[in-house]
């Protein structure tokens, strides 16, 4: 278990020295890849109730995502969550417009005050069909490196015993969050699928 800490101590901080290196218009370019992915994924495009997740500096940007959510007529579920547990709720936006009010957090995110009891709450209210899930690194077998708070583990075991079972999850990730194997241990979470730029194929000595 220590060991698995550690190893999980040590690629926090390598990948967040990669992403720190990418320049904003970079990031940019790449969220933008990752959203067009998501928009042509077929598990994306047959979703009604999908909860997003609003992006921090490192995190591929959801802001188009959330823009299409709304112009498909999907409902837009977001994370709210507490800071002195691992508790997480996802609650509904009703617009653009309802998301730009919404109070800062310290993490410099938006998301529902703790008093806000009015928004409907996703497992409460018919489940959800898809989730987007946010992390620091990710592999091709769907591990997820997350910031070791573990909201959205917690999160996804508690949808599993709901009748409808765990939502589709899809993790957004730069190119760079891609790691060869992440270390997990028995409470981590597989997603799903994971989308990212593909890297382009290294050039072969026959060309």
């Known amino acids: 278990m220590a060991a698995v800490r550690a190893a999980k101590q040590a690629a926090r901080r390598q990948i967040k020295a990669r992403v720190a290196a990418l320049s904003a218009a970079e990031k940019k370019r790449q969220s933008l890849v990752v959203a067009e992915k998501l928009f042509r994924n077929p ?27 709304f112009r498909c007529g999907k409902s837009c579920f977001i994370p709210r969550y507490e800071r002195s547990s691992s508790h997480m709720d996802m609650l509904k936006l009703s617009s653009l417009q309802d998301m730009e009010t919404l109070p800062l957090t310290s993490w410099n995110i938006r998301q529902p005050a703790e008093d806000d009891h009015s928004r409907e709450e996703a497992l409460s209210s018919g489940g959800l069909d898809l989730i987007l899930v946010p992390g620091l690194g990710f592999d091709q077998s769907g591990r997820r490196l997350g910031r070791g708070k ?58």
């Open 150 to 207: 573990g909201f959205y583990d917690t999160y996804l075991e508690r949808c599993s015993r709901q009748d409808g079972g765990k939502p589709y999850t899809i993790a957004l990730a730069f190119r760079e969050q891609i790691c060869e194997e992440i270390p997990v241990d028995a409470r981590d979470m597989l997603v799903d699928e994971v989308l990212c730029e593909e890297r382009q194929a290294q050039a072969t000595d026959s060309e």
């Open 43 to 69: 598990r994306y495009v047959s979703s009604e109730r999908i909860a997003v997740f609003l992006s921090m500096d490192d995190e591929v940007c959801t802001q188009e995502i959330i823009k299409d959510v």
